[in-house]
């Protein structure tokens, strides 16, 4: 099976460079700022727990920058890895590498520099821990789960999905410098989530997926399958949103908004597994983008208002 060969050999690629200053809006559309800012949101109420108030502005900003610009950094490297298969997929055929807005040379440079950067700030100017997570993050990311997971496996979405939970590790780390049991219970939280958020994407794209052969569940087990699988995953996230309330690190605030949140969310992944179409799975998709603003969002009101 090829793999991101694309990735070993851009170094030394002679394509023709993108004029830098036109290549700056795509670049950073590879970077993914919608999930990188979902990767920073769940790094807010981190930080406010692990200090028991506000924490500084000079250690909020830097692991906030720190944080989103690996993230950034390797969501640039994913899109690299990918390049091989992009073209082939309706969904992802205009990304800028596939239409040659950027060349592979700019975009490598970029995602290396941005993973520096973010390394040396969160090192210096937050904890060792945070940095070394945010790293081993990016790492796994695109070298376990785009390079190999992706490709060969169905559960690929399902281990990878942890690269994407590390925000809460990073922010706990970059005030303690350690790595407590609430920082795991919110990581559980965002592990939990990405199955059923991606899988009811990939229903609707599944026939993009099998013609560019990557295993996503819909289109190697069926769509009645990824159903269910879905409606399990939305029940596991209850243990973990309990948790965090349970072990007395959030209140009352935080509970109530998040199980009515988690509560329509198992309500929609059970309506998609009783319908007999795949209307219901895109409706689905759109509320978890929302659902895990929402919950990083209701424990962030919950602790601040007890400050």
Known sequence: MKTSSNLNSMVSQNDASTPILASIRPIYQMMKPTISLLVVVTVVPT?????????????????????????????????????????????????????????????????????IISFVMLYRWATPLAAWVALAANGFYVLVYTMYLKRRTV???????????????????????????????????????????FWALAIKYRDDYAKAKIPMMPSVRGVPETKKQIFYYTLSLLPPIFLLFWGGDAGWVYLSLSALLTGYFIWLAYKLLRSTGEAKAMPLFYYSCFYLFGIFGALTLDRVLLL
């Open 47 to 115: 930080l406010i727990m692990a200090n028991g108030s506000m924490p500084s502005l000079q250690l909020t900003l830097v692991t906030l920058l720190g944080t989103y610009l690996a993230s950034g950094s390797a969501g640039i490297f994913n899109h690299l890895a990918d390049s091989d298969i992009d073209g082939h997929m309706n969904r992802t055929r205009s990304r800028p590498l596939p239409t040659g807005k950027v060349s592979q040379r700019l975009a490598f440079f970029v995602a290396t520099f941005l993973g």
């Open 155 to 197: 559960q690929n979405i399902v281990i990878g999905g942890a690269a994407g939970a590390v925000g809460p590790l990073i922010g706990w780390a970059a005030v303690q410098n350690t790595l407590a049991m609430p920082a795991w219970y919110l990581f559980a939280v965002i592990f939990l989530w990405t199955p059923p958020h």
